[in-house]
């Protein structure tokens, strides 16, 4: 494994660049440069993808010592067969793939249930100490709710809505056809209402 692959980390609160026609065509050229062999073009794929894989696979493992391995690997993909892009789909699809397939093979060998703990998140100083309770419920209550859907719908649930994907781009991720990421959208909400409303029942009137 290429150890400098995780010495320098973009930071956790980074923005996601805009995505678009024009952020599309930056990261094609950035692939030509990484296919002639530039690590400073790869650096720069780097940093574009780092958080939202990151983010992603987070998700979709909830394993935190499985998250860093998975990444490595997928990005090592990029670094290492950069010709394997052929061009028949966006390159964000094309490595959301590769991370997606990474991240069930590692699930696959392990033999006990996902773990539902999450990373502690980012404390937002706005709000006041009641609002920031609420917030903590909340999220708490979702991450719980999302700990009990499989890996499968985890990852079109992220895909679809922190990532803003349309069902297309995320069958091709996932390698099946578009109705059966509907199908599995629609089966994970249903999963999602009746776990979220079970937790507000056990939680009173939080």
């Known amino acids: 494994m290429l150890k400098w692959l995780t010495l320098k980390k973009p930071r956790s609160d980074a923005p996601d660049p805009a995505r678009g026609p024009a952020a ?5 050229e950035l692939l030509a440069g990484v296919r002639r062999g530039r690590r400073g073009d790869f650096d720069a794929l780097y940093r574009i993808y780092h958080p939202r894989l990151t983010r992603f696979l987070a998700h979709m493992l909830r394993q935190t010592d499985l998250l860093e391995e998975v990444l490595n690997d997928t ?16 390159l964000s699809t094309w ?20 773990d539902g703990d999450d990373a502690e ?40 809505y922190f990532h803003d ?3 297309g781009e995320i069958a091709d991720i996932v390698g099946c056809p578009p109705e059966t990421v509907k199908t599995r959208m629609f089966y994970a909400r249903k999963r999602l209402r009746l776990l979220l409303d079970d937790l507000a029942g056990h939680h009173g009137d939080l």
Do not use: T
């Open 24 to 28: 599309d065509a930056l990261e094609l």
């Open 75 to 90: 990005l090592l993909v990029l670094w290492q067969r950069p010709d394997s892009f052929d061009g028949r789909s966006k």
């Open 95 to 114: 490595i959301f793939g590769i991370a997606y397939r990474k991240g069930l093979k590692a699930l696959s060998r392990l033999d006990l249930p996902v």
């Open 121 to 160: 998140e980012p404390a937002d100083s706005a709000p006041g100490p009641e609002q920031r309770l609420g917030q903590a419920q909340v999220r708490e209550r979702l991450r719980s709710a999302m700990a009990e859907l499989s890996p499968e719908h985890r990852a079109v649930v992220e895909l679809c």
């Open 165 to 167: 994907m349309a069902y």
